[in-house]
């Protein structure tokens, strides 16, 4: 083997031998926004103006009597246990739909939520509602599900 080659050899050896990294893929892009019935817009803009001005009385109000909410490792059951699971609770919350389906008194709406005041913000999670039409044709939420886009700590 010629110089030249074993030096070639010696550095594709290296090469080879180095750890390597493989890159996180590039995060899909986001799914359209789609339009609501007006009857169900009412409750995605209800929300994120009691939301906006930290009014857990109007934000326990969207909710069925026996509406469920995430808390931690939890469930928060009732409007009492909602309204003190949001007290403290608010910000420019925007929230968009991304599907939805209604068959008689009951109904869901999936879409996506960020922060800040001017649109369009940035995804930072991910909801589903689950609806019952109360008396009167109202909707209500029966439960709120919600998932932050963030990867927990460790995982790619």
Do not use: C
């Not at 009857?39 to 109007?58: F, G, I, M």
């Not at 109000?61 to 469920?68: C, E, I, K, M, N």
């Amino acid at each position: 083997m010629h110089r030249s080659e074993s030096a070639l050899a010696l550095a594709l050896l290296i090469l080879a031998s180095a750890p390597t990294y493989a890159q996180a893929p590039a995060a899909p892009p986001p799914l359209p926004s789609i339009t609501l019935p007006a009857e169900l817009d009412r409750v995605l803009r209800d929300y994120e103006r009691a939301w906006k001005n930290s009014d857990e009385d109007a934000l326990a109000a969207l909710f069925t009597p026996d509406g469920f909410v995430p808390t931690g490792q939890a469930w928060a059951r009732g409007r009492e246990a909602i309204r003190a699971t949001y007290a403290n609770s608010g910000g420019g919350l925007q929230l968009r739909a991304l599907a939805f389906a209604v068959q008689d008194t009951v109904g869901y709406i999936v879409g996506a939520y960020g922060y800040g005041e001017s649109a369009p913000v940035p995804d930072r999670g991910k909801f589903v509602l689950a609806l019952r039409r109360a008396r009167g044709g109202l909707w209500l939420i029966a439960a709120d599900i919600d998932q932050s886009n963030r990867q927990p700590s460790g995982n790619p």
